[in-house]
């Protein structure tokens, strides 16, 4: 046997590229999985300062870490790198994409988009995603989850507006099957993971973001990629891909090994002798590198293969995803109104939404949801010290009765009241709370090369009135809180940052429309398949991590049955 050759070399470990590869190696495929990213078992995400400045991903500047940090005119985006891409730095949320968003817009004539799947096409494969992935929603009105302030605020916020509110299954462990949920409780599975470690239950610590070190995220090493492994699939990490081409009735690959001693140090990442290719061929190549990372392969590569559509590269769009800011919220008291304790630190960072109708079902615009964001603890402590003039004064105040005692020869010995006196105003760390809202954009985007760099042209100008109404809508839920300041701060800048980065490699139903076929194909070159964000037509409106999942579940059945 070629020790170098398989029946699929797929490239990239997130929501596509995972279920590839488990779906190939149940059927008996002999699968290589290559992911740039390093590994992360629990307890091995960065926690202290020194560690998070080393935690993004730029191999010529030595750092190997997570996140990868993207600038581009008009946006930013943030993505992962890592063995579990982007289920890695997710907020979990486990939504099916609206059945009537769908669209089938007229493309010849002015439409943005053109599904060429629908929701009764994906709902088998929604649900072999949902049970893959364990979604559970978050038991908020049981004890001790029944103190998470957030959710109860952002709940009554909704009503108060009118919105519907929505609990949606999570990608988070709160509690073995059949048992009560408890925090912190060791999870029981079928079969050990891939890292060989114990995960524990949900402990409520909002760091799901920044990786979980408890295992309690449902991350994709968790279940598709440990299931990949066991059943046969070679999965190797720091294996970045530079380039692959049609061979032979399939495809070579070409990739970089980082060496994990090189951490710390930069590297010519172009030099051969420091970096030298290696070569995987495969009869099926799958791309699944993420919407960034795909395409950017896809140029870099093109004259490899001449007869891509012309689409490659079109149809971007991030999304909708809009960030907005609830500071020092408060509610109505005894005439007056008090600090709101919403305590954006405990729980997982999302567990709850509204959805706002779009046009299409019974609303008006382009419909979008808005979530109860959330973050690490330690954000909260950040806060608390920068309360500016109040907690200078404090402290001053403190240090004053404390100076004056030792003069009097009367030192106070107990503490306890002046230290608390010092963090008695946490109306900004307590009362605040950050509002992701996310839907229906328009795909309007280009991704090119510009001096052999990825850069993406696209602008809020057309997605304007959707910005528009889901920043009023986001507002209006900030002002329901209480919030005495609000603020959308890239917004202001001009500037937009997503998470959920979209298209370049829409399908389509021919090449005159899109880069792969309903069924993830690239037109032109059978065998070559698509399976991540770029290959969506249009935004998914919620959360894309289920749909993609759910796609890529629909090709695996078309590769599995050829």
Same mark, same amino acid.
């Given at each position: 046997?070629?020790?170098?050759?398989?029946?699929?070399?797929?490239?990239?470990?997130?929501?596509? &590229?995972?279920?590839?590869?488990?779906?190939?190696?149940?059927?008996?495929?002999?699968?290589?999985?290559?992911?740039?990213?390093?590994?992360?078992?629990?307890?091995?995400?960065?926690?202290?300062?020194?560690?998070?400045?080393?935690?993004?991903?730029? !191999?010529?500047?030595?750092?190997?870490?997570?996140?990868?940090?993207?600038?581009?005119?008009?946006?930013?985006?943030?993505?992962?790198?890592?063995?579990?891409?982007?289920?890695? =730095?997710?907020?979990?949320?486990?939504?099916?994409?609206?059945?009537?968003?769908?669209?089938?817009?007229?493309?010849?004539?002015?439409?943005?988009?053109?599904?060429?799947?629908?929701?009764?096409?994906?709902?088998?494969?929604?649900?072999?995603?949902?049970?893959?992935?364990?979604?559970?929603?978050?038991?908020?009105?049981?004890?001790?989850?029944?103190?998470?302030?957030?959710?109860?605020?952002?709940?009554?916020?909704?009503?108060?507006?009118?919105?519907?509110?929505?609990?949606?299954?999570?990608?988070?462990?709160?509690?073995?099957?059949?048992?009560?949920?408890?925090?912190?409780?060791?999870?029981?599975?079928?079969?050990?993971?891939?890292?060989?470690?114990?995960?524990?239950?949900?402990?409520?610590?909002?760091?799901?973001?920044?990786?979980?070190?408890?295992?309690?995220?449902?991350?994709?090493?968790?279940?598709?990629?440990?299931?990949?492994?066991?059943?046969?699939?070679?999965? @190797?990490?720091?294996?970045?891909?530079?380039?692959?081409?049609?061979?032979?009735?399939?495809?070579?690959?070409?990739?970089?090994?980082?060496? !994990?001693?090189?951490?710390?140090?930069?590297?010519?990442?172009?030099? @051969?002798?420091?970096?030298?290719?290696?070569?995987?061929?495969?009869?099926?190549l799958i791309l699944a590198a993420g919407t960034l990372g795909t395409t950017f392969l896809l140029l870099k590569n093109r004259g490899?293969?001449?007869?891509?559509?012309?689409?490659?590269?079109?149809?971007?769009?991030?999304?909708?995803?809009?960030?907005?800011?609830?500071?020092?919220?408060?509610?109505?008291?005894?005439?007056?109104?008090?600090?709101?304790?919403?305590?954006?630190?405990?729980?997982?960072? =999302?567990?709850?939404?509204?959805?706002?109708?779009?046009?299409?079902?019974?609303?008006?615009?382009?419909?979008?949801?808005?979530?109860?964001?959330?973050?690490?603890?330690?954000?909260?402590?950040?806060?608390?010290?920068?309360?500016? !003039?109040?907690?200078?004064?404090?402290?001053?105040?403190?240090?004053? @009765?404390?100076?004056?005692?030792?003069?009097?020869?009367?030192?106070?010995?107990?503490?306890?009241?002046? =230290?608390?006196?010092?963090?008695?105003?946490?109306?900004?760390?307590?009362?605040?709370? !950050?509002?992701?809202?996310?839907?229906?954009?328009?795909?309007?985007?280009?991704?090119?090369?510009?001096?052999?760099?990825?850069?993406?042209?696209?602008?809020?100008?057309?997605?304007?009135?959707?910005?528009?109404?889901?920043?009023?809508?986001?507002?209006?839920?900030?002002?329901?809180l209480g919030a005495k300041f609000v603020a959308n701060p890239t917004w202001y800048l001009g500037r937009l940052i997503t998470v959920h980065p979209l298209g370049g490699c829409p399908m389509g139903r021919n090449e005159e429309e899109g880069v792969v076929d309903p069924?993830?194909?690239?037109?032109?070159?059978?065998?070559?398949?698509?399976?991540?964000?770029?290959?969506?037509?249009?935004?998914? &409106?919620?959360?894309?991590?289920?749909?993609?999942?759910?796609?890529?579940?629909?090709?695996?059945?078309?590769?599995?049955?050829?």
């Amino acid at each position: 046997m070629d020790e170098s050759h398989f029946d699929a070399v797929i490239v990239g470990s997130g929501f596509g &590229g995972s279920v590839m590869a488990y779906r190939l190696a149940e059927a008996g495929r002999r699968v290589c999985l290559l992911e740039r990213g390093k590994s992360y078992p629990p307890g091995s995400f960065p926690r202290s300062p020194h560690a998070m400045a080393r935690n993004f991903w730029d !191999p010529s500047e030595g750092l190997y870490g997570m996140f990868n940090i993207w600038s581009f005119r008009g946006l930013g985006a943030v993505v992962s790198s890592g063995l579990g891409g982007g289920s890695l =730095i997710y907020a979990n949320v486990l939504l099916r994409k609206d059945e009537r968003w769908f669209v089938k817009e007229d493309l010849a004539s002015g439409g943005y988009e053109y599904w060429p799947v629908t929701r009764a096409d994906l709902e088998p494969h929604y649900d072999r995603a949902e049970k893959m992935l364990n979604g559970q929603r978050y038991p908020f009105e049981q004890p001790p989850y029944d103190a998470t302030s957030k959710t109860s605020a952002f709940k009554a916020a909704a009503e108060q507006l009118g919105h519907e509110w929505i609990l949606p299954k999570l990608a988070v462990t709160f509690a073995n099957e059949g048992e009560t949920p408890v925090p912190g409780e060791p999870i029981r599975e079928e079969h050990p993971n891939m890292h060989g470690r114990t995960r524990y239950t949900c402990r409520l610590v909002g760091e799901c973001d920044i990786g979980c070190n408890y295992g309690a995220k449902n991350t994709l090493d968790y279940n598709y990629l440990s299931e990949a492994k066991r059943l046969g699939a070679e999965i @190797r990490s720091r294996c970045e891909v530079r380039a692959f081409e049609p061979r032979d009735g399939g495809y070579a690959v070409h990739y970089v090994e980082h060496d !994990p001693a090189r951490e710390g140090v930069r590297t010519k990442t172009r030099d @051969r002798s420091a970096l030298p290719l290696r070569t995987l061929t495969g009869d099926r190549l799958i791309l699944a590198a993420g919407t960034l990372g795909t395409t950017f392969l896809l140029l870099k590569n093109r004259g490899a293969f001449p007869n891509l559509s012309a689409r490659l590269g079109t149809r971007f769009g991030g999304n909708g995803d809009l960030l907005t800011f609830a500071f020092k919220s408060s509610q109505a008291a005894g005439g007056g109104r008090v600090p709101r304790v919403i305590d954006p630190g405990r729980g997982p960072v =999302i567990t709850s939404a509204i959805r706002v109708p779009d046009q299409l079902d019974g609303g008006e615009g382009r419909g979008f949801y808005v979530q109860d964001a959330g973050y690490p603890e330690f954000v909260n402590w950040i806060l608390q010290a920068t309360q500016g !003039p109040g907690a200078l004064l404090r402290w001053r105040r403190v240090a004053a @009765r404390l100076v004056w005692g030792l003069l009097r020869r009367e030192p106070e010995t107990d503490l306890s009241a002046e =230290i608390a006196e010092l963090l008695s105003d946490t109306a900004l760390s307590a009362g605040s709370l !950050p509002l992701l809202g996310m839907g229906r954009d328009i795909p309007d985007g280009r991704m090119m090369l510009r001096d052999g760099k990825l850069d993406v042209d696209w602008r809020k100008g057309k997605s304007g009135p959707f910005f528009d109404r889901l920043r009023s809508v986001s507002e209006d839920i900030a002002h329901a809180l209480g919030a005495k300041f609000v603020a959308n701060p890239t917004w202001y800048l001009g500037r937009l940052i997503t998470v959920h980065p979209l298209g370049g490699c829409p399908m389509g139903r021919n090449e005159e429309e899109g880069v792969v076929d309903p069924h993830g194909e690239v037109f032109n070159y059978p065998g070559l398949t698509i399976a991540d964000g770029s290959m969506m037509p249009g935004p998914v &409106g919620p959360n894309p991590s289920l749909t993609i999942a759910a796609l890529a579940d629909r090709f695996a059945d078309r590769i599995v049955e050829s």
